[in-house]
T-cell receptor, first 117, second 109 residues
Framework: GAVVSQHPSRVICKSGTSVKIECRSL??????MFWYRQFPKKSLMLMAT?????????EQGVEKDKFLINHASLTLSTLTVTSAHPEDSSFYIC?????????????FGQGTRLTVV | QKEVEQNSGPLSVPEGAIASLNCTYS??????FFWYRQYSGKSPELIMF????GDKEDGRFTAQLNKASQYVSLLIRDSQPSDSATYLC?????????FGAGTRLTVKP
């Protein structure tokens, strides 16, 4: 299957600082990348959908000024958690879809465990 | 509101038995359906996908889709302890991918 690389896999930061998470599709071009957040023992929650070259579409309740998404190319999307607070501590996962319409599977990155202290 | 519903479990089966995981979805326009497996602390990994009504078999796994009933299931034959994980159902409509809450499966030796 296709490979999606997410970096870093684990990060600890101080409250009030910003953290950038990268998601790269290594062997395919991804028109669409998805960002999810997952709290312990809970399901994936879609935060936003990003399309290359356009603004991300955020889910209801997700602050776009706090979670900045940049999909600069067909192989790279970044999520920046700005002014992080302890409640932002979570497992953040990206996924990327192969170019195409509805019959496309999503490939996941390894996830980033963010701890805000 | 597009919803994907799964029984959260836990579902416990003995080793060698068939595990049956179910999922219903609300968006009739959904085009493709996926089952992912997620081990604790890890990212989900794709097990199977299905696009058409009926059954699709891959090794010990069989996905079943019934679009009229908006229902998709996953059967795991000859369950192994290594199958113990959370299984996520995902539904895609034109690159809008939605996940269920997942069903936690435990296979007891």
């Amino acid at each position: 299957g296709a490979v999606v690389s997410q970096h870093p896999s684990r990060v600890i930061c101080k409250s009030g600082t910003s953290v950038k998470i990268e998601c790269r599709s290594l062997d395919f071009q991804a028109t669409t990348m998805f960002w999810y957040r997952q709290f312990p023992k809970k399901s994936l929650m879609l935060m936003a959908t990003s399309n290359e070259g356009s603004k991300a579409t955020y889910e209801q309740g997700v602050e776009k000024d706090k979670f900045l998404i940049n999909h600069a190319s067909l192989t790279l999307s970044t999520l920046t958690v700005t002014s992080a607070h302890p409640e932002d501590s979570s497992f953040y996962i990206c996924s990327a879809s192969l170019m195409g319409g509805g019959n496309t599977e999503a490939f996941f990155g390894q996830g980033t465990r963010l701890t805000v202290v | 509101q597009k919803e994907v519903e799964q029984n959260s479990g836990p579902l416990s089966v003995p080793e060698g038995a068939i595990a049956s995981l179910n999922c219903t979805y609300s968006d009739r326009g959904s085009q493709s359906f996926f089952w992912y497996r997620q081990y604790s602390g890890k990212s989900p990994e794709l097990i199977m996908f299905i696009y058409s009504n009926g059954d699709k078999e891959d090794g010990r796994f069989t996905a079943q889709l019934n679009k009229a009933s908006q229902y998709v299931s996953l059967l795991i034959r000859d369950s192994q302890p290594s199958d113990s994980a959370t299984y996520l159902c995902a539904v895609n409509n034109n690159n809008d991918m939605r996940f269920g809450a997942g069903t936690r499966l435990t296979v007891k030796p």
